[in-house]
């Protein structure tokens, strides 16, 4: 059972669109983390949200945490081919010492 | 910084044989992860460890063994390779856990053939 499930799996959009991409979850996370991976890399943290519904901003990407702290979305505006990769969430729980939970991520493709 | 270092880069191995993935960082992190990421697919969990002498299982720990006896490293032992164990491992390293940013180090493709 994935405990944080990313939709979609792939997205393959023209530059100059929008899109966002969602991570839902039936547990309750302290946090949650966005990470991009590109090809040939390992990820790297693009934002982190703490608060139920809270809203980041990063340039043209907006996160958002759900109210209720189970789920995310990341929405791009204007994708630029640079924005091309691997887009992973990972939540962490109350309990400790216990290791994020990452989701399987949303493959990304921004076509010129 | 070097920040988190993984060598080597890739490795081509024979069933049934063994290999150590070597990890060091240097941002005196006390928390360090090994993950796999197999085509498509997003990470597993390992092994993690909270701090010198202290390792835990992940997800997936079977075939695999680990140790940490400096703050720096943390190396992942393949014993008796299989094709199944053919993927991408990535190192990472937290100061804290929860929401501490990971970083990851580049990666090491295996291939067991």
């Known amino acids: 059972t994935q405990l944080l499930e990313q939709s979609p799996q792939f997205l393959s959009i023209q530059e100059g669109e929008n899109l966002t991409v969602y991570c839902n979850s039936s547990?309750?996370?302290?946090?949650l983390q966005w990470y991009r991976q590109e090809p040939g890399e390992g990820p790297v943290l693009l934002v982190t949200?703490?608060?139920?519904?809270e809203v980041k901003k990063l340039k043209r990407l907006t996160f958002q945490f759900g109210d209720a702290r189970k789920d995310s979305s990341l929405h791009i505006t204007a994708a630029q081919t640079g924005d091309t990769g691997l887009y992973l969430c990972?939540?962490?729980?109350?309990?400790?010492?216990?290791?994020?939970?990452f989701g399987k991520g949303t493959r990304l493709s921004v076509i010129a | 910084n070097a920040g988190v270092t993984q060598t080597p880069k890739f490795r081509i191995l024979k069933i049934g044989q063994s290999m150590t993935l070597q990890c060091t960082q240097d941002?005196?992190?006390?928390?360090m992860y090994w993950y796999r990421q197999d085509p498509g697919m997003g990470l597993k969990l390992i092994y993690y460890?909270?701090?010198?002498?202290?390792?835990d299982k992940g997800e997936v720990p079977n075939g695999y063994n680990v140790s940490r006896s400096t703050t720096e490293d943390f190396p992942l032992r393949l014993e008796l390779a299989a094709p199944s164990q053919t993927s991408v491992y990535f190192c990472?390293?937290?100061?804290?856990?929860?929401?501490?940013?990971?970083?990851f180090g580049p990666g090491t493709r295996l291939t067991v053939l």
């Open positions: 990472a390293s937290s100061f804290r856990t929860g929401a501490d940013t990971q970083y």
């Open positions: 547990s309750v996370f302290s946090s």
């Open positions: 949200v703490v608060t139920g519904g």
């Open positions: 990972a939540g962490a729980r109350n309990s400790g010492n216990t290791p994020l939970v």
């Open positions: 941002m005196n992190h006390n928390y």
């Open positions: 460890s909270v701090g010198a002498g202290i390792t």
